[in-house]
């Protein structure tokens, strides 16, 4: 009889590094991957342009083929058959299945049911919570939280919840006794073609309809293009040949037609003329991407005109790869001959970019590089090394609280704006099967004194408040003290 044993694989682990291969041939954003039973081939998902399709590479040859265009919404995941003949293909909410041979795709139809006692489920999921609290929290002692007692008045309700949204609520309800940030919970149902009122990126005016007259177009609004007539002053009196008498009438009109032609009837007041245009309105986070990018604009600008243009602004929206690329390059850029830099780091949600943002406005100058006498600048070359201001206020959390602590722990420059909570904590987020998603603090920070940052607020060195009424003008109180502060260093 053959010996089937297989013999254990003995691996030379001494130099590994240096042996590292590189098995595909082009970049790309790559998700599952798997051999060939006889380890000739590597089948792999990557997305190129539109969605993850399988392709093929030769490992003797790099011969690489794109074998079945699959244009998967997500990264999906694969098996292969003990043949090696047919890979199985998760993906899009469904399994596909490959012959490897033909290169064709087949869907496999699947078909499962189950009772779900979902008031069950919720007990369960309640007690589970509850434990990974035990668990997780950053300090063992949950902050002196009597846990136990919290758990028994809270379980209470559970007969009375029928839905998942108020069992989230619930959860939230309970994990704010531990005071601390990044808890709660949250449930985000969906509704399949629901209501989603189209943009057309314009501000209006409260005069008295009917129809609506343009206060301001904002700008990179859809209305922008060669040929239109529209302008501040130009009033919509009817969407799609509907007239516009209430105020309710436009979100009506432009219900789900985000993306598709939309004719507007146009009237102009100063000349008495009404014509047609046809726009494609945009979606309302579109129209919030031109917000805040109307608001970096003028706080650029008041920035620029409060200090004669000696001083660059830049905001940090998040701490994250995204933000970071665009302060390298406005400040390294735009900014370079500036004196001086605001970094606004206000209604920033946080992420983790602590560190490299302070590292980067650190620098010191320790020489000049000056070819026959011309002075072509200074190293460190790629860090900001002038002086700079962070502004922050009580939006600030979490990252956008680690930053501002960290940026005056090294005594880099001034904290201007108000107090940022304490909420420097790491999170650890947990997605549970009934789509409802929570979230505990698990790593504390601590200072150099042996205090956490959280509940820990962070005060600024110059405090200035914004206040309402100046703020609803145009004024925004603390980039003015941030330039004054800035200069003043």
Same mark, same amino acid.
């Given at each position: ?174 994990? *704010?006794?531990? %005071?601390? #940030?990044?808890?709660?919970? =949250? ?7 629901? @209501?989603?009122? /189209? ?57 789900r037609k985000a993306g598709r032609n939309v004719l507007l009837s146009l009237y102009d007041p100063m000349t008495g ?44 929206? *998040?701490?994250? %790869?995204? #933000?970071?690329?665009?302060? =390298? ?7 370079? @001959?500036?004196? /001086? ?140 003290? /941030? ?7």
């Amino acid at each position: 009889k053959e010996d089937s044993t297989v013999a254990p694989l003995k691996f030379e682990l001494d130099g590994i590094e240096d042996r590292k291969v590189r098995l595909t041939i082009h970049s790309s954003d790559l998700a599952d991957a798997i051999m060939s039973k006889d380890g000739e081939k590597l089948y792999y998902l990557a997305e190129f342009e539109k969605g993850f399709d399988l392709w093929q590479t030769d490992l003797r040859s790099k011969e690489t083929k794109l074998l079945v265009k699959m244009g998967a919404e997500g990264p999906g995941s694969m098996e292969m058959d003990k043949e090696g003949k047919n890979l199985f293909l998760v993906n899009n909410g469904g399994i596909s299945m490959v012959d490897l041979d033909k290169g064709e795709v087949k869907s496999v139809g699947i078909k499962g049911e189950m009772r779900l006692d979902a008031a069950a489920e919720r007990q369960y999921l309640f007690e589970h919570v509850w434990r990974q609290v035990l668990k997780k929290f950053y300090v063992k002692d949950l902050q002196a939280t009597d846990w136990d007692y919290y758990k028994k008045e809270y379980a209470q309700y559970l007969p009375y919840i029928n839905n998942d949204q108020d069992f989230a609520d619930l959860l939230s309800e309970m994990l *704010g006794e531990l %005071n601390a #940030s990044h808890t709660g919970a =949250y449930y985000r149902g969906s509704i399949p073609n629901g @209501d989603a009122t /189209a943009r057309l990126g314009l501000f209006y005016t409260n005069d008295t309809l009917p129809g609506l007259t343009i206060s301001e177009v904002i700008d990179r609004s859809p209305v922008i293009k060669a040929g239109s007539r529209v302008k501040a002053g130009t009033v919509i009196e009817q969407i799609d040949g509907e007239a516009i008498t209430g105020r309710d009438e436009p979100a009506r009109f432009l219900n789900r037609k985000a993306g598709r032609n939309v004719l507007l009837s146009l009237y102009d007041p100063m000349t008495g003329k009404r014509w047609e245009e046809t726009v494609k309105p945009i979606t309302r986070s579109e129209e919030n991407e031109l917000l805040y990018r109307r608001w970096v604009e003028r706080n650029r600008h008041t920035v620029d005109s409060l200090s004669n243009g000696r001083v660059g602004y830049v905001h940090v929206r *998040g701490m994250n %790869n995204d #933000s970071y690329k665009t302060v =390298y390059e406005e400040v390294l850029g735009r900014y370079h @001959d500036k004196e /001086a830099l605001v970094v606004d780091t206000r209604f920033n949600g946080g992420g983790w970019l602590h560190d490299d943002l302070a590292t980067f406005l650190s620098g010191h100058v320790y020489m000049h590089l000056m070819p026959r006498g011309q002075d072509l600048g200074t190293e460190p070359q790629f860090k900001w090394s002038k002086p700079s201001v962070v502004l922050m206020n009580e939006a600030n959390y979490s990252d956008a609280h680690m930053f501002p602590f960290t940026y005056k722990a090294l005594g880099i420059g001034k904290l201007v704006g108000m107090p940022v909570p304490g909420t420097g904590t790491a999170v650890w987020w947990e997605h549970l099967q009934n789509g409802v998603i929570f979230g505990i603090p698990q790593v504390g920070m601590v200072d150099n004194s042996g205090k956490y940052l959280e509940n820990q607020q962070l005060e600024p060195d110059v405090r200035q408040a914004d206040e309402p009424a100046l703020l609803s003008t145009g004024t925004d109180q603390q980039l003015g003290a /941030a330039v004054k502060a800035v200069l003043g260093q």
